[in-house]
């Protein structure tokens, strides 16, 4: 599959939180106890004693409220870091005022009373021990003991290394969310939004970073074999994290958490309300759709009720979907027109979703909507009940564009140069119609959408087919070895490892991919391979099984039968064989592949900004391609491109990451962050993504020279096509030669020009100057401005 050599795989799963634990300063003059027994009663907040763990990890006492220091509650902390934070506390719903004490009785009994000695006594379950024994103390696991009673059993929003999770419940500590060790649910709503896959059990977490299931599988943090602080905990944003404490940084990191679309957290914003997920700060902000109007408690309200259902009317909002709230109904039809007639004839009905890829996707919202969010990965399209006076429009839009320029559309490659004209007289007269039936409105718009939705229909039927909800199929080794015809058939040899050609008994083509040098065991692959698995977009080669059998690993992938991009982009073969190839029209052969002509090389780009987007937006930095280049970008049946070898850098193994000093000289497509010691953020994938837009236009690597047109020892490519466009405005001197006899200003310059000038953003120095990936689609799309970047620098590792 790909073929040229890859640079560095690095870890760097990991990003950075400030925990919401809460901190507090350490007083001046502490009196610090190992052990509290009944000598010691009672012990009052205001007395300015802690008890430490032997190791003095821990530290257990009263601690005074954040917003309301007259207030405590009796809890244990870290004791030895510099963040303080809270993991277990006796009282966290009553707390207790400076009066308050704690006290072993005369029979033994641990109690923790507001003021009278004799109130109700606080501690959450019986604890009973002798009065001459050892009282109670903090073990340096920071298990709190007395008799019989340990906090471990108890847990509250956290559990610490050996504590087990399995049959305790943990709640947030605002107390909207609880985790059960096998789902986090919404607690007002007792409604589950999240479990393990396999709907497993967590048992327990050790301090090397190894989280132990029911079944005894394992899953590992992208931390894990370095003895560390640790924790899990149930965050008050619903998520379930696993947090280390990184020495150096001074703070918690996270090496794994439950959900990486925060929207899909049940109760993130209130009714009516939708969601939006920011990647670049990793926040979330509830919004009001058209027609609705803020209301209390982040949710929202009708602007203008509406009172006859016959005069009612629907608005779009592309990308938005209702997961919440128990009174859908799933009406099951890909017919528009049937869906939105049931809705309109349901007068609890507040709107309905819709697919247009012919899954059947008809979901009428009764009664109430919650839990909306918009995100491109949904497909699905929201249409909402407002009065016929509603003048408010929707700005949820995208859906038109993305079918528009989605792939099965057939294209003729390459066109013969005196047919130019008429090709662009064909292209006013698609847009005029395809305008026309726009206007005519969504009516239209399914027919025009029909095989669009065959072609989707057929993929979707393929990958549900072998990928039932417990994820991906795992092969044995004789199956793949039978299906590759003992691996006999070589197609491709990246830096993950040799690709092979296969059939599967099912008749389905496949590319087995196998790999070598990968890290971690069994469940660690499997892991892995299952998230890789859930990544389902168009534009993203399918993964549809695994193999982890006698210390082999292979994943089985998806046929792509057109090669990778590369092949096509980079063929040093003259101009002149070129044009007498062009009257047969399309030559395919190994070494002579067609020119790809504009259209396909703007929908090429487009799909690949596409899947990018969707990766970093949807499962967030955890899937940082960081190997975006031509060799990883295959070509399907009709040049539908297919991003591979994402998400596999996690699998590489630490020694075999290719230190940074290898890189110099060789820039390949790697941003210039990898020199230096910054965070490695979604912009590292968008400068790559830069350096391969421009290579799609001009057909030339970066680094290689156009012609003899300049002569410079530091020539790069970016810098001089920055001046040809901003400057001397003349973005043909940047097109690929071999096309430019097809170039016509009118119907290809707009687009052209887009993406030479979206390349300029994406290779700005300093990551935060570049977009996110899902603005750079949107540039390409022409659905914003862009404006003028600065120029880019040579990026240039020189010694
Ligand atoms: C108790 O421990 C704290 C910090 O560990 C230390 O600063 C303090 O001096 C200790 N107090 C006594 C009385 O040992
Ligand atoms: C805190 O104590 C634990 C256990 O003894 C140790 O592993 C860790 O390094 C200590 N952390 C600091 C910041 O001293
Ligand atoms: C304890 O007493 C204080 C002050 O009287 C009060 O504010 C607080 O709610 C009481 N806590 C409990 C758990 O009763
Ligand atoms: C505790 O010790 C005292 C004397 O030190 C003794 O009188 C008493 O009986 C003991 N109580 C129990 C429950 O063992
Ligand atoms: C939550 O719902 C489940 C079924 O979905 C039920 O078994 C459970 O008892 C409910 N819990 C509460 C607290 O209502
Ligand atoms: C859960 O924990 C209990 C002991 O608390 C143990 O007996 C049980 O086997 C555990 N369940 C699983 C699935 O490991
Ligand atoms: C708003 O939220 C508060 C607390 O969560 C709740 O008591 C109140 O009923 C809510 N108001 C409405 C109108 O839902
Ligand atoms: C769902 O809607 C139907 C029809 O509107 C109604 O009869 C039913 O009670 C609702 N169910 C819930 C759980 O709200
Ligand atoms: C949808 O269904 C209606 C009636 O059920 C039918 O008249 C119409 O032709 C169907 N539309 C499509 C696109 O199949
Ligand atoms: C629609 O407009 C609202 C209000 O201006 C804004 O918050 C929201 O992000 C917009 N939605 C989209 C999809 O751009």
Redesign the pocket.
């Known amino acids: 599959m790909s073929s040229s050599n890859h640079f560095l795989h690095l870890h760097f799963f990991c990003f950075f939180f400030t925990s919401s634990v809460l901190h507090f300063s350490s007083s001046q003059l502490q009196n610090n106890i190992t052990s509290f027994s009944f000598s010691n009663s009672p012990w009052r907040p205001t007395q300015n004693q802690i008890l430490l763990s032997l190791d003095s990890t821990f530290a257990a006492g009263f601690l005074p409220l954040p917003n309301a220091p007259a207030l405590y509650t009796f809890s244990v902390w870290y004791h030895n870091i510099s963040s303080k934070d809270v993991v277990w506390s006796a009282n966290r719903l009553d707390p207790v005022s400076a009066a308050a004490s704690l006290l072993i009785s005369r029979s033994g009994e641990l109690r923790l009373v507001n003021s009278s000695v004799n109130g109700r006594n606080l501690w959450p379950s019986p604890a009973v021990g002798s009065v001459n024994g050892s009282g109670l103390s903090l073990l340096s696991t920071g298990n709190l003991v007395y008799g019989d009673f340990q906090s471990f059993a108890i847990p509250t929003d956290t559990i610490l290394p050996n504590q087990r999770i399995n049959g305790t419940t943990l709640v947030s500590k605002n107390g909207k969310f609880m985790f059960d060790s096998r789902e986090l649910f919404l607690v007002s709503r007792n409604d589950s939004y999240w479990s393990n896959l396999g709907n497993l059990i967590f048992v327990s977490l050790d301090s090397k970073g190894v989280v132990m299931y029911g079944d005894n599988s394992r899953y590992y943090a992208s931390d894990f074999g370095v003895e560390k602080l640790r924790r899990l905990s149930l965050d008050d944003d619903g998520n379930l994290r696993l947090y280390s404490y990184d020495t150096r940084l001074s703070q918690w990191v996270v090496g794994w958490q439950a959900v990486f679309q925060l929207c899909l957290i049940h109760g993130t914003c209130g009714a009516n309300s939708i969601c939006m997920y920011d990647v670049s700060s990793l926040s979330t902000s509830c919004v009001c759709p058209p027609g609705y109007r803020r209301a209390v408690n982040n949710s929202c309200e009708l602007r203008i009720p509406v009172k006859d259902l016959g005069r009612s009317k629907f608005l779009r909002l592309d990308f938005v979907m209702f997961t919440g709230g128990l009174n859908q109904s799933d009406i099951k039809t890909s017919?528009?027109?049937?869906c939105e007639a049931q809705c309109r004839s349901d007068p609890s009905c507040l709107g309905f979703m819709f697919k247009y890829d012919g899954s059947n996707y008809c979901v009428l919202q009764l009664e109430r909507m919650v839990d909306g969010y918009w995100s491109p990965g949904t497909e699905t399209v929201m249409f909402l009940r407002v009065d016929e006076s509603e003048a408010e429009v929707s700005n949820f839009t995208g859906m038109t564009n993305l079918m528009e320029t989605a792939c099965p559309v057939k294209i003729r490659l390459p066109l013969p140069p005196e047919e130019s004209k008429t090709i662009t007289r064909n292209v006013v007269i698609i847009c005029t119609i395809f305008a026309a039936e726009l206007l005519s409105g969504v009516f239209f718009f399914?027919?025009f959408l029909k095989k669009y939705i065959k072609y989707r229909d057929m993929a979707r039927t393929f990958g549900l087919e072998v990928m039932p909800a417990g994820g991906p199929k795992r092969f044995t080794y004789a199956e793949l070895k039978d299906a590759t015809n003992n691996f006999s058939n070589p197609i491709g040899k990246g830096g993950f490892g040799v690709v092979y050609m296969g059939k599967l008994n099912d008749g389905r083509v496949v590319a087995v991919k196998s790999l070598k040098n990968i890290t971690g065991g069994d469940a660690d692959f499997w892991a892995e391979v299952t998230i890789i698995a859930r990544m389902h977009h168009l534009n993203l080669v399918r993964l549809w099984g695994f193999c982890a059998e006698k210390g082999s690993r292979i994943l089985v992938y998806e046929y792509v039968p057109n090669g990778s991009l590369d092949e096509f982009l980079f063929q040093n073969v003259e101009v002149e064989s070129l044009e007498m190839e062009q009257e047969t029209a399309v030559v395919v052969g190994s070494k002579n592949k067609p020119i790809l002509d504009w259209n396909i090389r703007y929908r090429i780009a487009l799909g690949v900004a596409r899947a990018i987007a969707y990766l970093h937006e949807e499962c967030l930095e955890w899937v940082l391609h960081c190997d975006i280049k031509p060799e990883n970008i295959l070509l399907g049946d009709d040049f539908c491109p297919k991003v591979s070898d994402f998400g596999l850098a996690k699998l590489k193994k630490k020694e075999d990451m290719i230190s940074v000093s290898r890189m110099r000289g060789t820039p390949g497509y790697m941003a210039p962050e990898w020199t230096r010691p910054d965070q490695i953020t979604s912009k590292a994938d968008v400068y790559s993504y830069g350096l391969v837009l421009l290579e799609i236009v001009s057909g030339s690597r970066n680094f290689t020279q156009l012609d003899s047109k300049v002569a410079s020892d530091q020539w790069f490519f970016p810098r001089w096509a920055f001046d040809k466009v901003f400057k001397e405005m003349n973005v043909e001197d940047v097109l690929d030669p071999r096309i430019m006899h097809n170039y016509d200003s009118r119907a290809h310059f707009d687009m052209i020009n887009r993406m030479v000038k979206t390349a300029m953003w994406c290779l700005q120095d300093r990551p935060e100057m570049r977009p996110s990936m899902g603005k750079v689609a949107k540039m390409l799309e022409g659905t914003i401005e862009i404006t003028e970047p600065k120029k880019p620098t040579i990026f240039f590792l020189e010694d």
Do not use: K, S
């Not at 017919?335 to 049937?338: A, G, Q, S």
């Open positions: 017919n528009f027109t049937t399914w027919t």
